[in-house]
């Protein structure tokens, strides 16, 4: 299960938190997606929408923006407030992390 939270805002790094699942999956694709210098890897990381899925056995990996989120949950947490250079750093990322899931042995 992939998890994206807090896409689009930040500093340009991305927090990836692993559970159920080889560390080399992640790295390998920060790799494909040009991010490897870009990537924060952690194990399971508490809170947010993986947590269930994880709990019941589902591997797991959780991608958020690394950084500062001064809008969160916040009425100024709006579309103009996103960076589109880490939403579409966190899109690549995520297509190159599913394709790496995809054709997994």
Do not use: C
């Not at 991010?35 to 990996?61: N, R, S, W, Y």
């Not at 969160?72 to 709006?78: R, V, W, Y």
């Amino acid at each position: 299960m992939i998890n994206v939270d807090h896409a689009g805002v930040g500093n340009g790094r991305l927090t990836v938190g692993i559970a159920g699942l080889p560390k080399e999956r992640a790295t390998g694709a920060g790799q494909l997606a040009g991010l490897a210098d870009k990537l924060d890897l952690f194990g399971f990381f508490p809170g947010g929408d993986h947590v269930p899925f994880k709990e019941v056995g589902v591997p797991t990996i959780a991608v958020v923006s690394a950084g500062a989120h001064p809008h969160f949950h916040q009425p100024s947490d709006a579309v103009d407030t996103i960076l589109p250079q880490i939403l579409e750093a966190t899109a690549r990322y995520v297509l190159a992390l599913t394709w790496q899931l995809a054709n997994a042995p």
